[in-house]
């Protein structure tokens, strides 16, 4: 970028300056296999049209956990129209955790948004194919043709989330009550711990965010999904991106976004570039202490926020 900044200077810095935030939060204690994080892990990446800069941890593996339910929602969208998805899925942020199961009973009768997971795991069942394999397929491929390299899952995250993913299991068979959730709920629920599961690290997400801000165009100019899809799964980061912590991330850095258990947040930057962070220790609300200290500060200093 021609602003007359050192980037990877800068972003170092940040690293350094928000890494002891991780003290103000705790790893995730719900899925036995993410307690094993080190939560002084800390990292962000800033890709641009033509180049990536990175500072910290951002090549340690992690898993993508909640930032995957905007690929199943690209997904769904695309293969069955947003009409399909929006009948068994809200568009309103909610003031709720984001495993919580309170408003399926009330309001609407449906998980209020895609990005919570119980909307989420609705549009797991929405993804079309005759086998989980070919379900996750769909949602892997577009993964993969983002950042031109095979994916793989961590094994040992899927089973765990798999064998004690019981408030999850509970939601998916409630939303099967409320006529939410297609076809087999195990099935579904396998599918959405599989996408759970795709590993990443801090790079390959500022590269998607990069996909995010060019609406939809890779690195060779193809675009992979209609840019109405990524315009209306980009308006669900801005509202609900960070869950219950939407709004004040909304004042304090500004950009559609999407954090994750494992301690990763995807940033996109409309039409300028995709940033990304990574920092395991998480607040109440399930979103990366250091994340979001380092997005607010390159924020401030970028001068970055589209409102
Ligand atoms: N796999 C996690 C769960 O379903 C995703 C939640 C998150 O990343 O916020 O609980």
Same mark, same amino acid.
């Given at each position: 970028m021609s602003t007359?900044?050192? +980037?990877?200077? *800068?972003?170092?810095?940040? #690293?350094?300056?928000?890494r002891p935030h991780a003290e103000r939060g705790q790893l995730p204690t719900y899925?036995?296999?993410? !307690?094993? /994080?080190?939560? !002084?892990?800390?990292?962000?990446?800033?890709?641009?049209?033509?180049?990536?800069?990175?500072?910290g941890d951002t090549r340690v593996n992690f898993t993508l956990q909640s930032i995957s339910k905007v690929f199943s929602l690209l997904v769904a969208i695309e293969e069955r129209g947003p009409e399909a998805v929006f009948a068994k899925v809200g568009a309103e942020p909610t003031g709720d955790p984001f495993n919580s199961i309170v408003k399926l009973e009330t309001a609407e009768k449906k998980p209020p948004n895609p990005m919570i997971n119980a909307g989420a795991i609705a549009v797991c069942s929405l993804i079309p194919g005759a086998t989980v394999e070919e379900r996750f397929g769909r949602i892997a491929g577009l993964l993969e043709a983002i950042l031109e390299r095979p994916i793989t899952i961590d094994e040992a995250v899927y089973r765990s989330e798999k064998?004690?993913?019981?408030?999850?299991? &509970?939601?998916?068979? @409630?939303?099967?009550d409320i006529n939410c959730l297609e076809g087999d709920v195990?099935?579904?629920?396998?599918?959405? @711990?599989?996408?759970?599961?795709? *590993? #990443?690290?801090?790079?390959?997400?500022?590269?998607? /965010?990069? @996909? +995010?801000?060019?609406?939809?165009?890779? /690195?060779?100019?193809?675009?992979? #999904? &209609?840019?109405r899809a990524v315009r209306l799964v980009s308006t669900f980061m801005v509202t609900c991106g960070m869950y219950n912590g939407s709004g004040e991330f909304a004042i304090q850095v500004g950009i559609p976004a999407k954090s994750g258990v494992s301690g990763g947040i995807l940033g996109v930057v409309p039409g300028r570039f995709g940033v990304a962070t990574f920092g395991p220790a998480l607040d109440r609300k399930g979103n990366s202490v250091v994340g979001i200290s380092m997005l607010k500060r390159l924020s401030e200093v970028l001068d970055f926020s589209i409102f």
């Open positions: 007359g900044l050192d +980037f990877a200077a *800068l972003l170092g810095e940040i #690293v350094e300056e928000c899925i036995p296999e993410l !307690r094993k /994080g080190n939560p !002084r892990l800390a990292g962000i990446a800033l890709q641009t049209a033509r180049e990536l800069y990175e500072a064998e004690t993913g019981h408030r999850n299991r &509970s939601l998916a068979y @409630f939303l099967k195990e099935e579904v629920l396998d599918l959405y @711990f599989r996408q759970c599961s795709i *590993l #990443v690290n801090c790079a390959d997400l500022a590269r998607i /965010g990069m @996909f +995010f801000a060019t609406k939809g165009i890779n /690195g060779a100019d193809t675009p992979l #999904v &209609s840019a």
